[in-house]
Structures are given as structure tokens and as C-alpha cells.
């Protein structure tokens, strides 16, 4: 039987089951204490380490990560969360499409990374679109809850559809329109090749604006390219449209002149209604060719078996995996994936050490996975869903960490997504106690609750928060440190750049993990279960 969180528990003690476990407030706080900059820092110095190569999936570097995990959680005292093992198999197949490749349209070819990214999700070494009729269908989004059809009355098999990234709601900043500015699923990459291929279509194009997408061109060019990972399937995705990929907004305004239409009038027709307009006479070609390897990457599960209840389990959640190492770069060719994600990584260690500083274990469970391919598209914790080693009915919440704070202390707490689950009153709860407020996601355009491996979660009906930093510093020299680091972590997002610095001033992403690690014991000792609110669309099953 499913018990639920009542919201008048939070205003009780929040240690009211305390006399029962044996842990008192002194206990809890030196967990919570134990939460380290120096040791957060030690982690991630090792884990984005050029020996780690950019922790590529089924790479030499994911055996140096998972090795590494494993030696902490063992000598913390943790039990392999998969049966007798650390880890749980996620079988992969990686495609790397040759960059000697060209999209022609209207007698003009367009350099591969330069001005598109071309690929296939096809599991084969060989697709194209050959003189694909193109037709611009909007933000590509069907979706009849928001009376929404941009494909109503077409028929776009064996032609290529060209897109807007993002969601109406972002281009209109309608609150009545989708979600207004923050973004939908529709809104995401991911959605939008689904649908083109349930469509029927041949191709799919992206059109890349910085603002929509929340990232720079450079992110495409790097994301996009090299291997790229999906799950073995027996229909070897051939479900998919044979080619997807991106174009810049130079591209595009050059083939809307070519087809005689304004592309800034067809953006804004497309954000007050659905539609769609065939491109003129222009059409597309491109072959792709893929490069093919099977492999198995791995989950990795850590348990700290529940004193009274070792059946039901908070999960912590972060993603282990980068990009990896691109030999065909110029200059530093290693993506450390230091704050992407070798912070959450970090701080998985770190949060499952302060609960060993307690006399007895929690009440539940408490499960550390860190998932692999979450840079491909949230794969590890996708598979992780579809074949769970905890069932949902027995997972009690879901707490992940993505690319900690490292711009230093600050006086609020930055919830994506807030507003969908008890979860929030749990966090407003420990953070009052740091002296903190609650706040809502910062940039809700960029549909974050849907980009990390928490999403996989909540898709279970399980309660999941993804929560860290804030945009209210602690005192000045807070302020001024952060305007500067602002600009660096901003250029190095998903670039070689992103390494360890001595400079990062680590005590901001102290203040989360300490806060993650309270809610999750504060979950671990009520009764009851968190639950979604009543608006949510992720409602338990």
C-alpha cells in the first residue's frame, strides 16, 4: 500500500521519529558537516582528469570511473545495489557518421558542422534523402491537449520537415500558450525527431537560435557529432526518419529567401497557431554514413540497506558520463566534463559518506545511481525506467544532482520545475534551516526538467527534485566572484573547457549537497511518502 506525504508533517519536527531510530539532531548534523569542499574538490580533480578522458561511454575512461566508484562506496560500507554487483549492463550501439559529408539544397552545398550537422539514428551504415521535398511545419509539435497540430492536414512522408527549436509558448511569452516561457517536452530535440518519424517523414531538420535552445551553435557542433549512442533495438530504430540533424539560423534564412518566403514572418506565423508552408521547389540531400559498434556501458547502484525499512529507497541520482575525447580536434581534444558532470558525481560520494556518520542507518533505504549516457539523450537512466532494479512502488523519491554550484554561497535555492511535488516543501523546509528561500528555475525557457536523469523518474511517478544554486548571492565579494566565473562556465558548457579550476570557490555546492542530504534523510524517517501535486502530469502509477 502506497503511503503519502502530508503536507502538515512539514511544520512538525523534523526529526519526530528520531526517538524511535536512535538518531539524534547532534548525529545528523555531523553528516551533515562531514559535507567537504576540499573532498568534493579531490573527486572531481580525479574523475575530470585527462587519464579519464572525458568519461565516454564504453570507453577506457568509464572502467577508470566506475573502478573509482566502486573502491568509494565499498570502503564507505555501501552493498552492491544490483544483486551480488555495482553495476547494471545498458546494452549501446554507437553510430559516428563521416564528417566527409554534404547537404545540397537549391544548388548549394552546406559543410558539415560549419553550417549543418547531419547524422542517423538508424542502426545502419548507410541512409540518405535524395531530393526530399522540404516543408517548414512550425515547432514540429502535435499535441492535442494545447489544440496543437502544425501537421494537421499534411503528409509529409518522403519529405523532410524543417523546424523551430523551443515551443510556442518561449517566442510568445504567453502564459496561456503551452507554458508560456518555460519549455515544454514539445519544445525539446528529442521530442521533435519522434514525432517527424511517427509522421511518416524522411528527414528531419532542426533550425539552431541560440535563445531558444538555450546554447550556442558550438554545442550542436560538439554534441552532435562523433559517436553517438542509443539502445540496441531488434528494429534497429529503422522507425526513425533516415536523417535528422541541425542547420544554423544563417542556413535557414537563406533557404526561407530561397523558397520566396521571410523566415522571421514564418517564425512568428508558427508561434500564434499551428503551421506549416511547403518550402517552394527546394528539396534536400545527404548520406550518411555510419560507423557501427555494439557495446555494453553500465549503471552504477549503491544501497545503504534501511534500519526498519530496507525495501523502500530514496534514490540519489547523477549522471557519471561526458563526451569523451574527440581525436579529430585541433588543439585540446579531451571534453573533462569537470562541472558536467563530475561535480554530481562528486557529490554523489560525498552525500553517501555523511550518512555513514550516523549511529544507525535511516529508517529507508538509501540507493546512489549514477547513470551512464545521460549526454545522449538521458539514455542510462532511460533504460534504468524501463527495467528498474528497485520497482517504483518501492521507490520512495528521487533526488538528482547536474552540474553543482560553483559560483559560491547564496541565499535562496533554484527548484526546475518547481511547483510539481511535495518534494519543494520538503527542500523550503531543510533550506530555512541554512538561512535560505526557495526560489523557481532561473531560465525556465531551457526546459530543464526535462534534460536531466531525474526526468526518467518522474515518467515513473516517482517524485523527483532537481534542485542547486541560486541567483542571490551571499554578500559581495560573492556577487563580484560570480559575475566573473558566470562568463567562463558559460563558454565552457559541453567544451574542452570545462576542467577543474583551483579558483572555483566550491562552498555554494557544499550548501546543496548538505541540503540534498537532510531531505533525503528527512524522507527516510517520516511515515509517509512525498507525493505529486495536484497539477503535475506526473502523477504516480
Given at each position: 500500500m502506497k503511503r503519502y506525504f502530508s503536507l502538515t508533517l512539514i511544520t512538525t519536527a523534523i526529526l519526530a521519529g528520531c526517538a524511535t531510530t536512535s538518531i539524534t539532531t547532534d548525529d545528523v548534523a555531523k553528516g551533515y558537516n562531514s559535507i567537504q569542499a576540499d573532498d568534493v574538490a579531490q573527486h572531481v580533480k580525479v574523475l575530470a582528469s585527462d587519464e579519464f578522458g572525458g568519461r565516454a561511454p564504453s570507453s577506457p575512461g568509464e572502467k577508470l570511473t566506475l573502478d573509482y566508484l566502486t573502491k568509494h562506496f565499498k570502503a564507505l560500507g555501501y552493498q552492491p545495489g544490483n544483486g551480488d554487483s555495482f553495476l547494471q549492463e545498458v546494452p549501446l550501439v554507437s553510430l559516428e557518421a563521416d564528417s566527409n559529408m554534404v547537404l545540397s539544397i537549391g544548388g548549394k552545398d552546406y559543410q558539415y558542422k560549419t553550417d549543418m550537422v547531419m547524422g542517423s539514428s538508424r542502426i545502419s551504415?548507410?541512409?540518405?534523402?535524395?531530393?526530399?521535398?522540404?516543408?517548414?511545419v512550425g515547432y514540429g509539435i502535435n499535441a492535442p491537449e494545447y489544440n496543437w497540430n502544425d501537421y494537421e492536414g499534411l503528409d509529409v512522408k518522403g519529405k523532410t520537415v524543417v523546424m523551430l527549436v523551443n515551443d510556442?509558448?518561449?517566442?510568445?511569452k504567453d502564459p496561456a500558450l503551452f507554458t508560456?516561457?518555460?519549455?515544454?517536452?514539445?519544445?525539446?530535440?528529442?521530442?521533435?525527431?519522434e514525432e517527424a518519424s511517427r509522421q511518416g517523414a524522411a528527414g528531419a531538420i532542426i533550425i539552431h537560435e541560440t535563445a531558444p535552445a538555450s546554447y550556442p551553435w558550438s554545442v550542436v557542433e560538439n554534441s552532435w557529432s562523433g559517436e553517438q549512442f542509443g539502445f540496441q533495438k531488434e528494429n534497429n530504430n529503422m522507425d526513425r526518419v533516415a536523417v535528422e540533424g541541425?542547420?544554423?539560423?544563417?542556413?535557414?534564412?537563406?533557404?526561407?529567401s530561397k523558397a520566396g518566403l521571410d523566415f522571421d514572418s514564418a517564425k512568428a506565423k508558427a508561434a500564434n497557431s499551428a503551421y506549416h508552408v511547403k518550402m517552394g521547389d527546394l528539396t534536400a540531400s545527404v548520406t550518411v554514413k555510419n560507423t557501427i559498434k555494439k557495446s555494453i556501458s553500465y549503471n552504477f547502484i549503491a544501497t545503504l540497506p534501511g534500519s526498519e525499512m530496507p525495501d523502500e529507497h530514496i534514490i540519489y541520482s547523477a549522471h557519471w558520463d561526458h563526451l569523451g575525447t574527440d581525436k579529430n580536434r585541433k588543439g585540446d581534444q579531451i571534453y573533462n566534463g569537470a562541472h558536467d558532470n563530475a561535480t554530481g558525481t562528486a557529490g554523489l560520494i560525498e552525500v553517501a559518506e555523511a550518512f555513514t556518520k550516523l549511529p544507525k542507518h535511516p529508517r529507508r533505504s538509501?540507493?546512489?545511481l549514477a547513470v551512464t549516457a545521460e549526454e545522449q539523450g538521458l539514455l542510462g537512466s532511460k533504460y534504468y525506467a524501463a527495467?528498474?532494479?528497485?520497482?517504483?512502488?518501492?521507490?520512495?523519491?528521487?533526488?538528482?544532482?547536474?552540474?553543482?554550484?560553483l559560483l559560491g554561497k547564496v541565499k535562496d535555492i533554484s527548484v526546475v520545475g518547481i511547483g510539481k511535488s511535495q518534494m519543494d516543501?520538503?527542500?523550503?523546509?531543510?533550506?530555512?534551516?541554512?538561512?535560505r528561500t526557495v526560489a523557481g528555475d532561473p531560465n525556465p525557457s531551457s526546459g530543464g526538467y526535462y534534460r536531466s536523469d531525474h526526468f526518467a523518474f518522474a515518467n515513473m511517478g516517482i517524485p523527483a527534485m532537481y534542485a542547486g544554486g541560486g541567483t542571490q548571492a551571499f554578500d559581495e565579494d560573492t556577487a563580484s566572484y560570480r559575475k566573473r566565473m558566470s562568463l567562463v562556465l558559460r563558454g565552457c558548457y559541453h567544451q574542452p573547457c570545462d576542467r577543474y579550476r583551483d579558483e572555483w570557490d566550491l562552498s555554494g555546492a557544499v550548501q546543496d549537497l548538505q541540503l540534498f542530504y537532510k531531505v533525503g534523510f528527512n524522507i527516510s524517517q517520516q511515515s509517509e511518502w512525498p507525493r505529486w501535486n495536484e497539477n503535475s502530469e506526473f502523477q504516480r502509477k
Open positions: 551504415e548507410l541512409e540518405a534523402i535524395e531530393n526530399s521535398e522540404l516543408v517548414f510556442p509558448g518561449f517566442a510568445t508560456g516561457d518555460a519549455m515544454t517536452y514539445y519544445g525539446r530535440w528529442t521530442y521533435k525527431y541541425w542547420v544554423t539560423t544563417e542556413v535557414a534564412k537563406e533557404l526561407f538509501m540507493t546512489f527495467n528498474p532494479v528497485i520497482p517504483a512502488n518501492k521507490t520512495v523519491a528521487n533526488i538528482n544532482m547536474d552540474s553543482l554550484n516543501d520538503l527542500l523550503a523546509a531543510a533550506a530555512a534551516e541554512q538561512g
